[in-house]
């Protein structure tokens, strides 16, 4: 099992690109999350979704949509990038929504000039 | 709103030492607290997970306690190893009242010399 994967592994954009962010699970998890992780603060959740067919916002949702295209894939999309979305980007599952513990995937390190 | 705090954001020790990685938070309606390990350019890896009406978990050099009603978890790490030098993240779980929302910690960076 791949566990959950993402990409692209690195990207960077420039200032009103958009761009596409793919994460998929097989580990037949419901639910399934997007954070980012900025230095010197903890993740933040940006997108959820409980189970498939629906999607929530997070903390920090301003800038981004979230798709969940099926039960194993939930995409994330920057539709006009800006500098203050350069950051690390994190997908996770979890069995349930609120199950004891979510999987990560390795991250996307997206830069916007 | 639900703040996790990490003391202190680095630590460097010698090869051998314990580790003691501190973990605040402010509201303890939780339903549990969790400990990942970073390492650099990768995802989180899960360590412990303590329920809310445990005191402590434990595995293999690792234990993590829990005092809810300070708002306080401890991660021990016995005799470290340079392997264990990593960000160590806290995450405390929210109830369903407050809709399973995971607040993480900014993480200590440890770094064992060898």
């Known amino acids: 099992n791949a566990g959950v994967t993402q990409t692209p592994k690195f990207q960077v954009l420039k200032t009103g690109q958009s761009m596409t962010l793919q994460c998929a699970q097989d580990m037949n998890h419901n639910s399934m999350y997007w954070y980012r992780q900025d230095p010197g603060m903890g993740l933040r959740l940006i997108y959820y979704?409980?189970?498939?067919?629906?999607?929530d916002k997070g903390e920090v949702p301003n800038g981004y949509n979230v798709s969940r295209l099926n039960k194993r894939e939930f995409s994330l999309r920057l539709e006009s990038a800006a500098p203050s979305q350069t950051s690390v980007y994190f997908c996770?599952?979890?069995?349930?929504?609120?199950?004891?513990?979510?999987?990560f995937g390795p991250g996307t390190r997206l830069t916007v000039l | 709103k639900q703040e996790v705090t990490q003391i202190p954001a680095a630590l460097s020790v010698p090869e051998g030492e314990n580790l003691v990685l501190n973990c605040s938070f402010t509201d303890s309606a939780i339903y549990n607290l969790q400990w990942f390990r970073q390492d650099p350019g990768k995802g989180l890896t899960s360590l412990l997970l303590i329920q809310s009406s445990q005191r402590e978990q434990t595995s293999g050099r690792l234990n993590a306690s829990l005092d809810k009603s300070s708002g306080r978890s401890t991660l021990y790490i016995a005799a470290s190893q340079p392997g264990d030098s990593a960000t160590y993240l806290c995450?405390?779980?929210?109830?369903?009242?407050?809709?399973?929302?995971?607040?993480f910690g900014a993480g200590t960076t440890v770094t064992v010399r060898a």
């Open positions: 996770a599952s979890s069995e349930d929504w609120g199950s004891d513990t979510q999987y």
């Open positions: 979704s409980a189970s498939e067919g629906t999607t």
């Open positions: 995450a405390v779980l929210a109830t369903p009242s407050n809709d399973y929302k995971l607040s």
